[in-house]
């Protein structure tokens, strides 16, 4: 139920929304690829921003560049996987209808 006493289904009558994914937040390539960017981010930004611009979204486009490639090699998964074991789900995502 949402505060307006609606219950908000997709499952079927009366089973809520978030009843498939109890127990799990994430999943692993998107927590694999938060892992990889946002401390390469930081550290091009500290070191670029201020002197070299250009080259900070350079550096930027870079780093999206390969960490697509290792999402889309698994390797961000694994990543995910080794570092938060209970935090990510373990079952593939269900496709949209």
């Known amino acids: 139920m949402n505060g307006l006493g ?3 289904t997709t499952n079927g009558p ?7 994914v109890r127990g799990t937040f ?3 390539a ?5 892992i990889l960017v946002v401390p390469a ?17 350079f550096a930027a486009a870079l780093i999206l560049v390969g960490t697509g490639y290792l999402v889309a090699t698994g390797a961000a998964s694994d990543i995910g996987r080794r570092v938060a074991p ?4 373990t079952t ?3 496709p949209a209808r």
């Not at 981010?41 to 900070?56: K, M």
């Not at 209970?86 to 789900?89: A, D, H, K, P, Y």
């Open 86 to 89: 209970g935090l990510v789900s």
């Open 30 to 34: 998107i927590l694999g690829s938060f």
């Open 41 to 57: 981010l930081a550290i091009a930004y500290g070191f670029l921003w201020r002197r070299q611009r250009p080259i900070f979204w």
């Open 92 to 94: 593939p995502p269900v």
């Open 6 to 8: 609606v219950v908000l």
């Open 14 to 20: 009366g089973r809520p929304l978030s009843a498939d």
């Open 26 to 28: 994430m999943h692993a």
